[in-house]
């Protein structure tokens, strides 16, 4: 079974185990409603736990596959939804039956629980998962699972204590999944200082400033991690992710190239190189190699997202949609998801889902000033003033470093509070004059309203003018004349 296992032969190495695995009869109750537990059964079969486990995992194997390949032959997404692992209910009854009679290790446990989770009972698999985690600490797969389920910093909280050193690890990684910046650094040094050559220590700080939009930081840290391991790929999807935004084709072409030297059919591989050609506006390349990723990985998440942005560019909506709930389906925590379908939304011209979308995307990333923006923009889109703007406040009071609140809360106040109305183009003008980049159709808009408007300082008003013609606006010579004459009469 182990040989047609490492032969990727699942069905037949599950068919293998047949005879060798009895599922237990768990039907037999005491007076507290307990099964009755066989012990003499049980001395015996413990020799079979890995018989157990290898039939269970190849037949969920087995069973994932042919989900992969119906799904490939489906083309509408509702018709895509709807396939599902065709084993996994009689895996769930058998191993239910394991599980009530003691009979599954801490493998046979973790196996049930992903079985749970995939059926969507999460609280039950949430709770297998953390008796497979507090029995063997050391299986890193079992870890990625409970924080899979770990949507709220208080479900990760929650869960019982071990005192085990690889407990660390986890919740280092649930505190990054989760965006908890400050809890994050802290168990990152703590960690570092116990094992400062870990490579994956300095992948999960990098991961960290990543989600926090410290690129420059991030960037330094993926390249003390190309020093420390120049053959390591993982993570390295999102390093090309931060040289994207920050337009540095160079570096991302050396990297996409030295990623293809190391494995050329790797899921991160593919979307470096995916990256690459969307830097390049070659989007049909781009969707190529994202589509390739997911042939190697169906369950790669960046692909999944990065693949609905290329969609979004080429203006295919329905594509970039199905791309996206799969990446949510994968991951409901991934902001980018939920922000790109309120994007396709928007370009369907439909901002009621958009709303529904970019409000899920605060929920995850309340400290996002560009969630709360698009949140705003469709409150104003819709007519609901009074929430736009308090969707500005909250961008606003979140390092607004694109000045876009600003300026929108600007012209909304132009008609609602005047007053309030130039404090805000006073500040985009402060953003201006310190170096800042601002739209120039800003600073223009904020120049003529605080000339318009500050008849009671003529010399103010007079200084702001000025500026527009010093910018080329014609209208400024106008104003000026305005003032001057305003003078006159008084």
């Not at 190309?226 to 993570?235: A, F, N, P, V």
């Not at 989007?283 to 997202?305: C, G, M, V």
């Not at 709303?355 to 995850?364: F, R």
């Not at 132009?414 to 310190?434: C, F, G, M, T, W």
Request: aromatic share 10%; net charge negative; glycine share 4%.
């Amino acid at each position: 079974a182990k040989t047609y296992f490492d032969m990727k032969q699942y069905s037949r190495a599950a068919h293998a185990l047949v005879e060798h695995v009895e599922v237990p009869d768990a039907t037999q109750v005491d007076q507290d409603g307990r099964p009755i537990v066989d012990e003499e059964a049980l001395a015996e079969s413990l020799d079979d736990h890995l018989a157990i486990f290898l039939r269970y995992y190849s037949l969920y194997m087995a069973g994932e596959r042919r989900k992969q390949e119906d799904m490939s032959e489906k083309h509408h997404p509702m018709e895509r939804s709807a396939v599902s692992n065709q084993h996994i209910k009689q895996i769930e009854s058998d191993l239910n039956a394991f599980y009530s009679t003691g009979r599954l290790d801490p493998f046979g446990k973790f196996l049930y629980g992903l079985v749970l989770k995939d059926l969507g009972f999460t609280a039950e698999a949430l709770g297998v998962l953390v008796e497979s985690a507090q029995e063997f600490p050391w299986n890193w797969s079992t870890c990625k699972a409970i924080t899979s389920l770990c949507t709220t910093i208080d479900i990760a909280l929650n869960i019982e204590s071990t005192s085990h050193w690889m407990e660390e690890f986890w919740m280092m990684d649930v505190m990054v999944q989760l965006h908890q910046s400050d809890e994050a650094t802290e168990l990152i040094d703590d960690i570092s200082s116990k094992f400062p050559l870990s490579a994956h220590v300095v992948s999960t700080a990098a991961m960290m400033h990543y989600n926090a939009r410290n690129f420059d930081v991030a960037q330094s840290l993926f390249q003390e991690l190309r020093q420390m391991d120049r053959y390591r790929l993982e993570s390295l999807d999102t390093y090309s992710n931060i040289l994207y935004v920050k337009e540095e084709r160079g570096a991302l072409s050396f990297l996409a190239h030295q990623a293809v030297k190391v494995d050329k059919y790797c899921p991160e591989t593919c979307c470096i190189v995916g990256n690459y050609y969307s830097l390049k506006n070659q989007h049909e390349k781009a969707i190529i190699y994202f589509q390739r990723a997911l042939r190697l990985d169906p369950n790669f998440l960046s692909a999944w997202t990065l693949m609905g942005h290329e969609w979004v560019e080429m203006q295919n909506v329905s594509k970039a949609v199905d791309s996206y709930r799969q990446a949510i389906q994968l991951d409901p925590r991934d902001y980018r998801a939920w922000y790109g379908l309120g994007q396709a939304f928007e370009l369907l011209d439909q901002p009621m889902y958009s709303l529904y979308y970019y409000k899920k995307a605060t929920q995850i990333r309340p400290y996002d000033a560009r969630m709360w923006c698009a949140l705003a923009e469709c409150y104003q889109q819709l007519g609901n003033i009074d929430n736009a703007i308090k969707c500005f406040l909250r961008a606003e009071g979140n390092d607004d470093r694109e000045g876009t609140a600003t300026i929108k809360l600007a012209k909304l106040y132009e008609q609602e509070n005047p007053a309030q109305a130039k404090v805000y183009h006073r500040r985009i003008l402060a953003r201006h004059d310190s170096q800042r980049n601002v739209d120039r159709a800003a600073v223009i808009d904020a120049l003529t309203f605080l000339a318009s408007k500050q008849r009671s300082s003529p010399e103010e008003a007079l200084h702001f003018a000025k500026r527009l013609l010093d910018m080329g606006v014609a209208a400024g010579k106008q104003l000026q004349k305005e003032i001057r004459d305003g003078q006159r009469r008084k």
